[in-house]
C-alpha cells in the first residue's frame, strides 16, 4: 500500500497507520462530503489500473478539470460501497475552509494529523514575523483564526529548517566563480559568471594567448578571416549551455526541496514515458 499527500500540506504527527487501509481510501471534501478530497489517499500500485485511468480520462475526462474529478468518477462507490475506505476528516484538515460546526472544529481540530493549504493562496503568499513567529494580515490574504494558527505551524518550520538551508546554499554560489571555454576554429573565448544570482554571463573576450592554429583544421588565411568573423560577430552570439548530467542522488535531492522543473525535464509527458518504460 502507499499514500499520496498534497502538494501544500502539513504533517502534524506520524501518520504510518493509514499503510493498513485499503484502495482506494480518502477523506471526505469540505466542498462536497460524497466526493473524497484527493489531497490524501491510499492506493495499491498497479499497472491494470493505470491503464484503466488513462482510458477513463481519454473517455470521459474530469468533471472538475483536474485529479479529483477523474479520481471521483473512476472510483465512484466510494461514497457507499465501504465505509472503512473513509478516512477521518483530521486526516485531510482543509486550512481555508470555512467550518459553520465550530464546537466540532475546536473539539476535535486539536487532534488533526494532515492539515491541507487548498486553494490558490498558498502560505507564502501571506507575510511573516519571525521576532513574534506570527502570521500578519495585511489585506492581500486573510484567514480565519484557526488558518492563521496552522500558517504559524508552516511558518515555523520554514523558518527554523528551510531558510538556513537556503541562505547557506546562497552564500555557496556566491563564493564560487565559474568559467566556461570554447573554441571557434583554434581561437578560445572563455565566459565568466558575473552574478550567481542572476546567472548572467560577461561578454565573451577572446584571449590571444591561448590561441593556437592548427593547420589540419584550416589554412593561415582562412584562420584569419575565421578569427575576424568571430570578431565582428561576438556581440551576436548565443552561448547554449548543456547541463550537466544530475545523479539519482542530487535529483532525488531537488524534488525533496521542492526544486522541480513543470516545464522542463519533469514535465508530465516525461514523467508518463518513464512510467511507461517502468511497467512495461
Known amino acids: 500500500q502507499f499514500f499520496s499527500f498534497p502538494t501544500v500540506s502539513k504533517v502534524l504527527c506520524n501518520v504510518d497507520e493509514l499503510f493498513d487501509r485499503e484502495e482506494f481510501s480518502a477523506a471526505p471534501d469540505s466542498g462536497w462530503p460524497d466526493c473524497f478530497n484527493s489531497g490524501v489517499f491510499v492506493f495499491r500500485p498497479s499497472l491494470k489500473t493505470y491503464n484503466l485511468l488513462l482510458r477513463f480520462a481519454a473517455e470521459h475526462g474530469s468533471f472538475d478539470g483536474g485529479d479529483q474529478g477523474l479520481l471521483n468518477s473512476f472510483f465512484s462507490n466510494w461514497a457507499t460501497a465501504d465505509i472503512g475506505k473513509h478516512l477521518p476528516f483530521l486526516y485531510n484538515l482543509s486550512s481555508s475552509a470555512v467550518y459553520t460546526y465550530v464546537p466540532a472544529f475546536n473539539h476535535f481540530g486539536r487532534d488533526a494529523k494532515v492539515v491541507h ?3 490558490a493562496t498558498k502560505p507564502w503568499n501571506y507575510k511573516y514575523n519571525p521576532q513574534t513567529k506570527r502570521v500578519i494580515q495585511d ?6 483564526f484557526h488558518q492563521l494558527s496552522f500558517l504559524a505551524l508552516w511558518w515555523n518550520i520554514y523558518s527554523a529548517s528551510v531558510l538556513p538551508l537556503l541562505e547557506k546554499l546562497q552564500k555557496v554560489e556566491e563564493s564560487e566563480s565559474e568559467e566556461c ?5 583554434g581561437v578560445e573565448i572563455t565566459l565568466k559568471k558575473v552574478s550567481p544570482v542572476a546567472n548572467s554571463l560577461q561578454m565573451p573576450v577572446l584571449q590571444e594567448q591561448t590561441c593556437e592554429i592548427y593547420p ?4 593561415p588565411d582562412e584562420f584569419t578571416f575565421k578569427a575576424n568573423e568571430v570578431t565582428h560577430s561576438v556581440s551576436d552570439l548565443t552561448i547554449h549551455f548543456k547541463p550537466e548530467e544530475s545523479s539519482p542522488e542530487d535529483e532525488r535531492r531537488k524534488w525533496e526541496e521542492g526544486r522541480i522543473d513543470y516545464m522542463g525535464k519533469d514535465a508530465f509527458e516525461h514523467i508518463k514515458r518513464k512510467l511507461d518504460a517502468f511497467l512495461h
Open 181 to 185: 571555454k570554447h573554441a571557434f576554429s
Open 117 to 119: 493549504f487548498l486553494g
Open 216 to 219: 589540419t583544421a584550416c589554412s
Open 139 to 144: 489585506g492581500t490574504a486573510s484567514g480565519s
